[in-house]
């Protein structure tokens, strides 16, 4: 992350305003990481014919040999950030960087200079994430207030959502039809939102399978997610009061390869036949070859994903689709637990307010209104954001 | 209870306010911190894995046990996770000896092009559903999607500007639309799980 969009910022910064006096050769500590990097910069030799690129040399004690740590190819590129793994730097070491230019045939022809003694050093706080901090803020502000609110008016308004109202008659389907219920929590691993969000609304369906003495089937791809799952339809089968309906074979691991799940989860619906699909959590290629061989067998599907590029594909093949956040909201929509129900209403709130900057900020952009353009407002964005 | 419920939602707290904090230090002991985090990650991974095959030979046991039609198919698949194990671990050259490499790129590879290939087809069908024109968004729908597909054909070049604005003006605002509020989800969600107020991931109620 800080070669893609720091590093560079940075020198782009620094190239233009290097202070090179003493030496030819500058060093410049990488702001804002673990002291693990360093920017080294030197001024281009007066005639650069015949010369083709440079070679880095380091040094990491007073009494140490040089040690080359890296190339530049193009003549015109003046500055090298050093950090290599196979050299590295901490901060507290004392190193010297020279700078050696080469012919075509890579032959040490000229040495461009050699800097003076630098230590890098470590950072307490990234300011580059200072952004997330406010982010963090704003939603942690939003959600304790609407949590207080919650306690206080205990029916704060939710939309009905379409997908989650359905829970009920799919499951009540599968029992009438003597069919088990199928639920895919995602091919993602518990590192992922989504999958987690998956297992806060496969609490409640297990729960609602167990009363309606109907069976769910609950096939894993990561082992991690499968031990969780298996103790939460576990759990929800004692909370039911029917833990002796619980079999260890109805939540189950079926392989980590995607498309070996792939193939054993359509197998098992074109041979059992569930009444019922429901696929929450994380997908990839895999979503359309799911619902399209649950849609084969007639199944009610229920899909919900919060990746944007596997939407289109579930809205086609299933009933009902929990577009993105929604997935985030069925939990507190189940339950309809007030507290969870404040956290929704937080988000909402979140969401206007965004909203009204996004429609501010365009009709301003659009009026030409130029405060926004400004040197002064963009170098105060720019520091604030850290490039 | 207090193992039960009241001690992981302690680990839970500590450790997401831990990783929160780690996130915006980049000092190197907060570095070795997150490091050292993601390695139990892969060593309790390792772990699970074994909780994870003891459950794939508990379900095909029993199923091969039922003596079905479908028995065949549970033997198989013990028979080569096992097969494929035991070349990997005791054969020559292990993992990457001739067997096993020959075994993984001869069949293992064909069988998930397969699988992957079926989407092509899968895609002509859900394609098919989705361009029916029942109502005036479906229809808007089909329009627009005759059009991206012609634009993307060789002779539908003429297309071109129109592709390319309902690609990065239409298309991308509903996706950021639709980004916005999974981020917001995701925050919240993270949230409500560190502060103990999301608990259904542990089971059972409160």
Redesign the interface.
Known sequence: MIFKKFIPAVILVFLGSLPLSGSAVCVQDVPDDDGSALIVSWEPPGDILGFFMYKIYRKDSLEGEFVQVGKSSKMENCFFVDKDPRFPLNSGMNVVYRIVALDEEENEIREIGVSEQFSPSHSYFNSTKKNTVVAVIFVFTALITFLNLAKKDKNLFIRKIAGLDALDEAVGRATEMGRSVLYVPGLSTMDDIATVASINILGPVAKKVAEYETKILVPNRDPIVYTITHEVVKEAYLEAGRPDAFQEDQVFFVSQNQFAFVAAVNGIMMREKPATNLYLGMFWAESLLLAETGNATGAVQIAGTDSVTQLPFFVTSCDYTLIGEELYAASAYLSRDPVLVGTIKAQDVEKAILLILLVLLSVLAILNFNFFRSESFLRFIMSFFGT | MFLKRTLPLLIVFLLGLAM?IQ??????V??NFYDSMAEW?RI??AF??I???S??F??HT?KLARKNK?SF?SGVAILCLIGMAGIGIFGRGGINGWLFSNLYRSI?VP??AT??S??SF??A???F??FKARNAMAFALLVTAIIVMLGRVSFGSFLDGIVEWILVYPNTAA?RG?????G??????????ILG??R??L???D
């Open positions: 929160i996130f915006y230090i980049p000092h190197p907060s570095q990650v309790s991974g699970a894995l909780l994870g095959l459950s794939f508990y379900v029993r479908d198919y293992i069988l998930d699988m992957f079926l989407l899968y895609i069908s859900a394609a559903k989705a996706q639709i980004i916005l509020g999974i917001l989800g995701m925050i919240a969600t993270s949230l409500k799980i107020i999301e259904s991931y089971g059972g109620g």
